[in-house]
């Protein structure tokens, strides 16, 4: 028994290899993809006005494909052994996430990257003839490969997979393979010259009671908000489908809906997935107060809507509007703020307080990394 254990430890590691080299590959592509198609709507703007006609394209290829209904719960579920993917997973939603970024769908890229790297790994493990036990463990070790692929993260994919599929467990079985996947996907994507996302922290507060005070402050404000965030996208995805049954009609209102936004709010600050905002809030040390409820909207009625890609790179936006604007109110650093709220958010949307630590350690670069351990614990709880 011993001695097959060994074995089966063996094999999914050398599988795991193959599999990050393999994730490392597509999460380039992938991103590379989606930095081109966003730089071409930023200069041509007028491809906003393409939003419902690309939303028809989406309904169109899931159907045509037969994987309507097959999105990031469809991957967890395979992971934590339930129906195997469908072939077509990747290729689609590679093609559907392209489409709304091109056309300014307020979404992100982590749903797409991890059924990209489910996508992958069940392929393997028909290839080389897995057991569903291994074949779940291989899932794991997809996700975190593009996860770390896409946003340069290998620690925080490690645990991200480990913990999102079943909260509060973690498969012993699978930690090896998964660690392996995640910094090998990461280094073939360096090498390919995939650019890892980190932002800088000048400024920490000096530790006392006040900045207790203040702490608890960005916190609340981020649990009410976050807790907010999740039932408006449950509710959006629950409701939307009552008041307009078919799916085309819901992509043609929900982009139409999406241009006329745009069109009020005057600018595309809140389409995309909005990292260059992001970016903004650290190097200017400014937003505007509106900004994070704006992009709450923008991004509900996308994911309701039907655009693909995720919700966790606009999750990072709002937290970092929300963070940078309670900071400013009660005297913390701006960007501290921001890095907070980022954080905080990520937790309260995932459930994985283990991934959001190490994402704020990497993100970060381990600046002011104790602060974000309490704070990441207090809102795993509530």
């Known amino acids: 028994m011993r001695n097959e254990n060994v074995?089966?430890?063996?094999?999914?590691?050398?599988?795991?290899?193959?599999?990050?080299?393999?994730?490392?590959?597509?999460?380039?592509?992938?991103?590379?993809?989606?930095?081109?198609?966003?730089?071409?709507?930023?200069?041509?703007?007028?491809?906003?006005?393409?939003?419902?006609?690309?939303?028809?394209?989406?309904?169109?290829?899931?159907?045509?494909?037969?994987?309507s209904g097959v999105g990031i719960n469809q991957v967890l579920t395979a992971a934590d052994g339930g129906k195997e993917l469908s072939p077509w997973i990747m290729?689609?939603?590679?093609?559907?996430?392209?489409?709304?970024?091109?056309?300014?769908?307020?979404?992100?890229?982590?749903?797409?990257?991890?059924?990209?790297?489910?996508?992958?790994?069940?392929?393997?493990?028909?290839?080389?003839?897995?057991?569903?036990?291994?074949?779940?463990?291989?899932?794991?070790?997809?996700?975190?490969?593009?996860?770390?692929?896409?946003?340069?993260?290998?620690?925080?994919?490690?645990?991200?997979?480990?913990?999102?599929?079943?909260?509060?467990?973690?498969?012993?079985?699978?930690?090896?393979?998964?660690?392996?996947?995640?910094?090998?996907?990461?280094?073939?994507?360096?090498?390919?010259?995939?650019?890892?996302?980190?932002f800088c922290l000048e400024t920490l507060p000096t530790l006392s009671l006040l900045t207790v005070a203040q702490l608890a402050a960005v916190i609340a404000a981020c649990v009410v908000v976050g807790?907010?965030?999740?039932?408006?996208?449950?509710?959006g995805e629950r409701w939307l489908p009552k008041l307009i049954r078919c799916e085309y009609g819901r992509a043609l209102v929900g982009g139409l809906l999406l241009v006329a936004l745009t069109a009020v709010v005057g600018s595309q600050t809140y389409n995309g997935a909005g990292v260059s905002v992001i970016e903004h809030v650290f190097e200017e040390g400014a937003v505007r107060p509106e900004a994070f409820a704006l992009k709450m909207l923008f991004t509900c009625m996308s994911v309701a809507c039907g655009y693909k890609g995720g919700e966790i790179v606009p999750t990072l936006f709002i937290g970092a509007a929300l963070g940078a604007l309670v900071a400013t109110l009660v005297g913390l650093p701006v960007a501290f703020g921001a890095a907070l709220g980022m954080i905080a958010l990520f937790c309260c949307v995932t459930n994985c307080p283990l991934g959001s630590l190490f994402l704020a350690a990497e993100l970060f670069s381990f600046v002011g990394f104790w602060y974000f351990v309490p704070v990441v614990a207090v809102v795993f709880v509530v």
Request: hydrophobic residues 55%.
């Open 7 to 67: 074995k089966n430890s063996l094999k999914l590691t050398l599988l795991s290899l193959l599999t990050g080299g393999l994730c490392g590959g597509i999460g380039w592509l992938f991103s590379w993809t989606i930095t081109q198609v966003t730089n071409l709507r930023i200069r041509h703007g007028w491809l906003i006005c393409l939003l419902p006609v690309a939303g028809l394209l989406v309904v169109w290829l899931y159907r045509r494909f037969k994987v």
């Open 91 to 198: 290729p689609v939603i590679f093609l559907a996430s392209a489409l709304s970024h091109l056309c300014g769908a307020s979404v992100g890229r982590e749903g797409a990257a991890l059924q990209l790297g489910g996508g992958l790994a069940s392929a393997l493990g028909k290839l080389f003839r897995l057991t569903p036990c291994q074949t779940r463990v291989l899932l794991r070790v997809g996700m975190a490969g593009v996860f770390s692929a896409v946003f340069g993260i290998p620690l925080a994919a490690f645990f991200f997979a480990l913990e999102v599929v079943c909260v509060g467990g973690i498969p012993l079985l699978a930690v090896l393979p998964c660690l392996v996947g995640s910094f090998c996907a990461y280094g073939v994507a360096h090498l390919l010259g995939a650019h890892a996302e980190r």
């Open 227 to 235: 807790i907010g965030f999740c039932h408006l996208l449950h509710a």
